[in-house]
């Protein structure tokens, strides 16, 4: 895996990467998209964050203008694009990162059925998780699936991931409330558990 190597595109953003087998890992940060926002016209705004239209483009601005993170928190995001075709797939990254407590809650999803079960998701978060944890000095990642989500508790299993409880009424998706299962990964679980492919 080779980190800190610059992904071109067409815009003068310089962005960080990650390589790994089939993925390049293209890294957004707050300050990412401030340079995003305010330098890029809107197409091109709509390419780089793979925006399917117009409604997407002003919701993504709406979140921009109310503010990406705050005195104590902040996030670390990774677009997946495909090595080959540079298509971008889906993304994998950490929000609600309490920088002051050495936490943050890890996210990811693909785009479209298409790239699913296919090892994708477990190639980027392997070097996400050690991204987070070798360079955002993590302590603590945690996760919070719905129960019936069997793909997401399989891929935390994989991951070494402990099971912490159930917090009721926790989430909604798509109108409707669900529970979360709570779990977490501390830093000397995934020096042990981390696995090899």
């Avoid at 797939?89 to 950490?94: K, Q, R, V």
């Avoid at 809650?105 to 998701?121: D, N, R, V």
């Avoid at 996400?128 to 944890?133: A, E, I, K, T």
Wanted: with cysteine.
């Amino acid at each position: 895996m080779a980190s800190g190597t610059f992904f071109h595109t067409p815009t003068p953003i310089p962005f960080e990467s990650i390589e790994t087998e089939r993925l390049i890992l293209r890294k957004l940060t707050p300050e990412l998209y401030h340079q995003i926002f305010d330098t890029l016209p809107d197409t091109d705004i709509m390419t780089v964050l793979d925006l399917a239209d117009a409604e997407a483009l002003e919701k993504e601005k709406l979140k921009y203008r109310k503010g990406l993170s705050t005195h104590n928190r902040s996030f670390v995001n990774f677009q997946l694009l495909d090595k080959a075709s540079h298509q971008i797939l889906g993304a994998c990254g950490f929000h609600t990162w309490y920088t002051e407590h050495a936490r943050a809650e890890i996210g990811y999803a693909l785009h479209s059925e298409e790239p699913k079960a296919k090892g994708l998701m477990s190639e980027a978060m392997k070097a996400v998780l050690h991204y987070g944890f070798e360079h955002m000095q993590l302590n603590r990642v945690e996760a919070f699936i719905g129960p019936a989500n069997i793909p997401s508790l399989k891929l935390v299993a994989k991951f070494g991931f402990t099971g912490e409880g159930r917090l009721r009424g926790h989430y909604c998706k798509k109108g409707i409330i669900e529970d979360s299962l709570v779990f977490g990964l501390l830093r000397e679980e995934y020096e042990t558990n981390t696995p090899d492919n």
